[in-house]
């Protein structure tokens, strides 16, 4: 098909459903080969694109965890259950900050063969990639738009790619990119097909609509960023036919019902756990100040990706922030341009028989606005808290600028001379070379978290979050300076944030620097009253430094917002037993075992606390309480010689003389030279007490002996 100025353009179905020039499997391949030679032909393109995949992303096979792949599965026991149990609750009740319950799935199916080797998950995720160009030239294809292998080919070793490919936590995006393309490659065939006639041909149609619905649906439990597709339908039948029908909203009217059901759940996990109470660097949309700095955000940050599907170089995992707070005027320059610039579009577009290049540059260029639509900042989400763009938010609507050039790079190339086509085509495969060293190189960056912060404040120094993992990287490893140097400049450059606080107190601390790092524990504490760790840390900084007072307080104050929290009664408990409190310290190591059983520090404090009570209860005489505790005692240390020797000495006084027996007996048969069970049992007994070691006070016969309470827990 020609374009209204005589420029070839996108080949287009008609309205009557049969392509004016359709892209038979000869057109892909070649036109007189025969079936070997076209098969070959696809299976050496489709190799090139798998081959090309496992090249650039060798480095990161081995690859280490980054950033949050702890919260997402190394540290998440739901996805580590591997049980039915498990894969329930991911589904029907999950704990994470989003609700994406097909990519939990999937680490939670790899969990058992993988554990906690990397390797294996780097794999997965780079074949789904791989998976996933092959599915974008054969959507091409579908859609009859030349240069389908030319895309599928930039596609999987474009360097934006690499932030996805290379971070196992963005499996979000390599799960939910092949179902998404076979959505969009079923309602392709189901809108083609609705456009003839005859049981059959509608038959087809109902059957690609519901394929394309259940494989939309998948994509959306993998990743709701797809939100916009259903207006991408009407996108498509405009550009397709030039007009919107009641039939075509009708077909689209199931997506939008997913998309708004799923992407409201989003928005309440994004609200109510990614976010929480936490301030974002941005007012909030409803105000004017709000409104105006996050239409500045959006305009350049459209811009900013444009730029980098077209320029995918001096990449970053943090990007600068810029400053729209307020915005400057400049800023909000790009939303007069794009306007301007689809206003000309729209007036060039021609009709859908005669389509122009402007028409199918609103038609990609569209799709690649609304997929990126839900990431600009107007809808609230977490990520906003640490810079506005991203690499893994281009992943989907990178296909869009894809699908445009190659396509006008394959009818161009149509045009030229036959000399002219060999320079052309090394050309490309030199661009192409250069494209896949650039994402080669990129992607030794997300072989571990050192490399990758390095590489970002390297060229963003002002990127808190890199200062902040990098100096936790270092801190963790014994280089409590270095990781200090970071803490001190992540809580400089976002001094209203806790945990950049509480992580320059937890260096402070192990530098006895206590009364500085008490100043941002106590700051930690304020800005992030919902989380505990911030009250818990600050209570220990406390305990440590002496002020038991203080850390009860705190503690107290910890644990009737958290009643359920098994940390927060342990470490009361302990206080109270630093400060002799015995029975309240019992009282709270109770609830703390009630609440987690199997923690072995809650079982030694509580352990402590009943020896201590216990002892002081003999002390006083009121030895049938003790006697309880140390029974207690013994079921849980029944060799414990010295638990058994005081146990003997409450039964004796309680007049349970062969009890007392027994117990100092079995003292005896576990250590036969236990002095005090030797004199103990011959005081018992009425027999003469060993001559080597004489009682103390011949008023008092058994002596009562206790062993101390443990350590700090």
Request: hydrophobic share 50%.
């Amino acid at each position: 098909m020609r374009n209204s100025r005589g420029t070839a353009g996108l080949q287009q179905p008609s309205q009557s459903g049969r392509a004016p020039a359709a892209r038979s499997l000869a057109a892909v391949a070649g036109p007189g080969d025969d079936a070997v030679a076209l098969w070959r032909d696809l299976l050496l393109r489709g190799a090139v694109i798998v081959l090309a995949s496992l090249w650039i992303y060798s480095p990161t096979y081995h690859g280490d965890w980054l950033w949050d792949d702890d919260s997402l599965l190394t540290a998440n026991p739901v996805v580590q259950s591997g049980t039915l149990a498990g894969l329930w609750k991911l589904w029907f009740n999950p704990d994470g900050a989003d609700y994406f319950p097909l990519s939990y799935s999937a680490l939670w199916a790899q969990w058992p063969f993988f554990g906690t080797n990397p390797t294996g998950y780097h794999a997965v995720t780079i074949v789904l990639h791989a998976i996933g160009a092959l599915l974008l030239w054969r959507m091409l294809v579908v859609m009859r738009i030349p240069g389908a292998w030319l895309a599928g080919i930039l596609f999987a070793v474009h360097p934006v790619c690499v932030e996805t490919v290379g971070w196992v936590s963005e499996i979000k995006n390599t799960v939910s990119l092949p179902p998404f393309l076979l959505s969009a490659i079923c309602f392709a065939k189901h809108d083609e097909a609705a456009q003839g006639s005859g049981r059959d041909t509608a038959r087809r149609s109902t059957t690609y609509h519901a394929l394309a619905l259940g494989w939309f649906l998948v994509a959306m439990f993998a990743k709701t960023s797809m939100v916009m597709f259903p207006v991408v339908l009407l996108l498509h039948a405009w550009w397709r036919r030039g007009r919107i029908t009641v039939r075509d909203l009708l077909a689209a009217a199931p997506f939008f019902l997913v998309s708004l059901i799923l992407g409201l759940v989003t928005i309440h996990y994004q609200h109510g756990r990614a976010i929480g109470e936490e301030k974002m660097p941005v007012a909030d949309l409803f105000t004017i100040a709000g409104f105006l700095s996050r239409t500045a955000v959006a305009g350049m940050a459209i811009l900013f990706y444009l730029w980098k599907s077209i320029w995918p170089f001096q990449l970053l995992p943090i990007y600068p922030r810029w400053e729209v707070d307020p915005p400057q005027p400049w800023q909000l320059l790009p939303w007069p341009i794009m306007g301007a610039a689809a206003w000309w579009l729209w007036k060039r577009r021609g009709t859908a028989e005669a389509p122009t290049w402007e028409r199918h540059t609103l038609f990609t260029l569209g799709f690649f606005l609304l997929m990126l639509l839900p990431i600009l900042g107007f809808i609230t989400i977490s990520y906003m808290r640490i810079t506005w763009v991203a690499d893994h938010f281009l992943y989907l609507p990178l296909i869009g600028p894809i699908a445009l050039l190659s396509a006008f790079a394959a009818t161009w190339f149509a045009t030229l001379q036959p000399r002219l086509k060999l320079p052309v085509i090394a050309a490309t495969v030199t661009a192409l070379v250069l494209l896949a060293g650039s994402s080669f190189r990129y992607a030794h960056v997300f072989a571990g978290e050192d490399p990758l912060w390095i590489h970002t404040l390297a060229s963003n120094p002002d990127a808190w979050q890199a200062h902040n993992r990098l100096g936790a990287r270092k801190f963790a490893r014994g280089d409590v300076d270095g990781g200090l140097y970071h803490f001190e400049n992540s809580t400089r450059l976002r001094p209203d944030l806790g945990e950049t606080h509480n992580n320059l107190g937890t260096a402070l601390m192990s530098k006895g620097r206590v009364d500085e790092a008490l100043v941002q524990f106590r700051t930690a504490a304020e800005l992030i009253p919902y989380m505990p760790q911030m009250q818990l840390n600050l209570s220990n900084a406390l305990l440590q430094s002496g002020r038991l007072d203080e850390s009860e307080k705190t503690l107290r104050k910890t644990v009737e917002q958290f009643p359920a929290l098994p940390q927060g009664w342990n470490n009361l408990g302990f206080v109270q037993l630093k400060r002799g409190d015995f029975a309240t310290a019992i009282t709270s190591l109770r609830r703390a075992c009630e609440l987690q059983p199997e923690w072995p520090d809650v079982k030694a404090n509580l352990q402590a606390a009943l020896r201590a009570e216990a002892e002081r209860l003999a002390r006083e005489k009121k030895f049938a309480p003790a006697e309880a505790m140390y029974r207690e005692l013994l079921k849980a240390l029944p060799d414990d010689t010295q638990l058994l020797t005081n146990h003997g000495v409450t039964l004796y006084e309680l007049g349970r003389k062969e009890e007392a027996i027994a117990a100092f007996r079995r003292v005896l048969a576990i250590n036969p030279e236990a002095i005090e069970a030797k004199q103990s049992l011959a005081i018992a007994t009425g027999t003469p007490i060993p001559p080597a070691a004489p009682l103390p006070d011949e008023q008092a016969p058994l002596p009562s002996t206790l062993a101390p309470p443990a350590g700090l827990r």
